[in-house]
């Protein structure tokens, strides 16, 4: 049985659980996993005409304008050719999300719609020992003595990044900026929301939703 090749994109809000989503989409249906970040590098490290643009903007601290952006992510796609792939942090915008849709249009956006209040206390739950970089959670892995390191009985200390009032604002960031490009892909009709808490109650549902779009690697081995 020859696998159906698939486009597809993943998006949510930081702390949604999106890394674990993915990770299991790619193992389950032999997918390639394309971060925007990775790409990015990728293209600089090659030098490519795209990859060298991009550089000049992001050593001068600003950011990649839209064209630019699009054009290495295009460039990189379409070296694909044999294999599903999962798209990661892009686009961000509506005009990315037209001049990709253009050049190299999606089969599939999955959306994870978390509620804001399971991931603000999921993130301000997160405490770390900075010399080590261990990191711990007062609910799901909690030090043996509270407010300290196990191992060195250190002071735990709580990142900027984890405190609930950062993380309420790059929500809202997150929401504001992204409500228009979900819209574009719904009016699309490729959007599909996935509701829930935890990614092992979200799972199941997007498992099934992706086999009806691409055969599941199980199912291939023994065909």
Do not use: C
Not at 118 to 131: C, E, N
Request: overall charge positive.
């Amino acid at each position: 049985m020859t696998l159906k090749l698939l486009r597809a994109l993943i998006m949510g809000p930081p702390g949604s659980g999106k890394g674990t989503i993915s990770s299991r989409i790619i193992k389950d249906f032999s997918m390639k996993h394309l971060s925007s970040g990775d790409l990015l590098r990728h293209q600089i490290l090659l030098k490519t005409e795209a990859g060298l643009a991009a550089k000049k903007y992001i050593d001068q601290g600003g950011l990649v304008p839209d064209d630019i952006m699009v054009k290495l992510l295009v460039d990189e796609l379409k070296q694909i050719k044999t294999s599903s792939w999962l798209l990661d942090g892009f686009p961000r915008t509506v005009p990315q999300a037209q001049a990709l849709y253009e050049k190299e249009p999606l089969d599939v956006v999955l959306n994870l719609n978390i509620p804001d209040y399971i991931i603000i206390d999921r993130i301000k739950g997160r405490w770390t020992h900075a010399p080590s970089g261990r990191i711990y959670h007062t609910e799901f892995n909690p030090p043996k003595v509270p407010g300290k390191d196990d191992v060195t009985g250190e002071p735990l200390i709580q990142r900027d990044d984890d405190k609930e009032e950062t993380v309420r604002k790059r929500l809202e960031g997150y929401q504001k900026m992204t409500q228009p490009v979900l819209q574009f892909y719904r009016e699309h009709g490729i959007l599909e929301e996935f509701k829930g808490k935890y990614s092992n109650e979200i799972w199941p549902h997007v498992h099934k939703y992706m086999s009806t779009k691409i055969t599941p690697l199980q199912y291939t081995e023994y065909s």
